[in-house]
């Protein structure tokens, strides 16, 4: 199975982001695959193709790690793109939401997956561009959206998620949710 770990938002956050894509899309600026609002999360680690032995091996790990990390609050702000070919909307934790995911990456490093080449950085993906036909829109966006304020939630779990991939985009399936203290 393909699996994840990710933060999970809040209904009322992902209806709010859910209304902004819904914005950029009728800006009408690039041909992309738009994130639906069911979709939308934080991912902290992406693990690719697992058996139930190494979901077990995880499981573990992931209950050690969080039962020694506190919730935390993060903020969503700004617009962004990675390479203009990931658009999202980027956050800040005071370095908990990282520090996490090194625990994550450090710890199932211990079980044979690869260390993350760079450094996490809070971002929620809004869609994946294929194509930008209208540049100076597009930078007029990311420009209003740079201190745009989207809201913040208090994490206090985490999931290891299964991504089943279909024609329509991806169907996601919560393995196992670990509560932080």
């Not at 956050?13 to 934080?42: G, R, T």
């Not at 935390?72 to 990931?86: A, D, K, P, S």
């Not at 625990?103 to 809004?126: C, M, Q, V, W, Y």
Request: charged share 30%; glycine share 4%; net charge negative.
């Amino acid at each position: 199975m393909r699996a994840f770990i990710a933060i999970e938002l809040p209904l009322e956050l992902k209806e709010k982001i859910d209304e902004v894509i819904s914005e950029l899309e009728d800006a009408d600026f690039c041909d992309a695959k738009w994130v639906s609002e069911e979709q939308l999360h934080l991912t902290l680690k992406f693990l690719g193709e697992i058996n139930k032995e190494q979901e077990e091996k995880i499981n573990a790990a992931l209950l050690a790690i969080t039962r020694s990390t506190k919730s935390f609050t993060i903020q969503l702000e700004g617009l962004g793109h990675f390479n203009q070919r990931v658009l999202w909307v980027g956050g800040s934790s005071d370095q908990q939401a990282e520090n996490l995911a090194k625990k994550i990456d450090t710890e199932l490093n211990k079980l044979g997956f690869p260390k993350e080449a760079r450094e996490f950085s809070i971002h929620l993906t809004l869609a994946r561009i294929k194509h930008v036909h209208n540049w100076a829109k597009m930078k007029q966006i990311l420009e209003k959206g740079i201190d745009r304020d989207f809201g913040s939630f208090k994490v206090d779990n985490i999931k290891l998620i299964e991504s089943v991939l279909a024609a329509e985009g991806p169907a996601y399936k919560t393995l196992k949710e670990f509560n932080l203290f």
